[in-house]
């Protein structure tokens, strides 16, 4: 069973950059769709990206499209959300997703992180 494992929240200052990653260990990423999703305090979890299995081709939520990137390393154990130009709004719990191909387009994962904290200042 694949467990991940995210890293790299914290606090920066609208208009900046951070970069999250989640490491999968008991497994890879191999053959597995790969999503983040973030959710801030009182609201539902929302759906930011998606990278789909085997073709990595990638999806974006519309409020981050084109200030986020999903990607992930060449061993398929690590994937990456480098995020620029951050806004209040993005600040939030993030959390990595793994999940058969179908995941990509239904945003049911199977395996979830227990996610990292991201603040943005205005």
């Known amino acids: 069973q694949v467990q991940l494992a995210e890293s790299g929240g914290g606090l920066v200052q609208a208009g900046g950059s951070l970069s999250l990653s989640c490491a999968a260990s008991?497994?890879?990423?191999?053959?597995?769709?790969m999503g983040w999703f973030r959710q801030a305090v009182g609201k539902e979890r929302e759906f930011v990206a998606a990278?789909?299995?085997?073709?990595?081709?990638?999806r974006y939520a519309d409020s981050v499209k084109g200030r986020f990137t999903i990607s992930s390393d060449n061993a398929k154990t690590t994937m990456y959300l480098q995020m620029n130009d951050l806004k209040s709004e993005d600040t939030a719990d993030y959390y990595c997703?793994?999940?058969?191909?179908?995941?990509?387009?239904?945003?049911?994962?199977?395996?979830w992180g227990l996610g990292t904290r991201v603040t943005v200042s205005s």
């Open positions: 997703a793994a999940g058969p191909l179908a995941s990509w387009f239904t945003n049911r994962y199977e395996y």
């Open positions: 990278l789909m299995a085997n073709t990595n081709n990638p």
């Open positions: 008991g497994g890879t990423f191999s053959g597995l769709s």
